[in-house]
């Protein structure tokens, strides 16, 4: 039997972070490459890319591939599977990471603009980038999808529908995805609760601190505090773990 640290070894393996420059993406990026993987930073803004890269590269000595890519555009799925591809010559780990969520004034003020907009990020992207990385990784080795929507599925409210809306659909995908190449391709959905991100900072101190209070470990989450779970599902030791929905959520939604 393999000791604990061996089935969390990652080394060898090439994981994909989408959202990956900044906030919950980053820290998962970095535990991962903490862990013996190579990384590839995706996200829209490439120049946050290339820091976060480098930035990884210096703490880790892994490999960290920055790469644009617009997750809400159809087209730019192919081309970070090709980039990946081109460079590594194979993809272990894929996490659909990347998500917004705009503020509105109330449910009529939302256009149609902004609903498809958050749909397309939070949804029809992490679609389309499962369908082409984990038919390649079905191909190969084999690997692990990890989805990270929120736990605002299981509670949705006025305040951010579309995005609640959106990601109960990669909750959906996440499930079908866990019979799509099974046993080859693994697939895993986490649900944060608050956590210290541009999301929760567009709340203002306040009310974070509201959300903070609320909480029964009296904090809301920070960006490292996914690194761990994330780690674990990607490797060895999460081998027979498939489909399931993970909450990390400090204990607020308990009663569900």
Known sequence: MKAPAELLDLSGKVAVITGGSRGIGRAVAKGFAVAGADVVIASRKLDNCKTAASEIEAATGRRALPVGCHVGRWEDAE??????????????????????????????????????????????????????????????????IINVTTAGTLRPDATDLPYAMAKAGLNALTLALAGAWAPKVRANLVMPGAFDTDISKAWGPENQAIAAAANPMKRIGVPEDMAGLCVFLASEAASYINGAQILIDGGLFRTL
């Open 79 to 144: 081309a970070l599977l090709d980039a990946v591809y081109d460079a590594f010559g194979r993809c272990d780990v894929l996490v659909n990471n990347a998500g917004m969520s705009p503020i509105y004034d109330d449910l009529p003020s939302v256009t149609q603009e902004l609903y498809d907009k958050v749909y397309a990020v939070n949804a029809r992207g992490p679609f389309r980038l499962s369908a082409l990385f984990g038919t390649r990784m079905a191909e190969g080795d084999g690997g692990s």
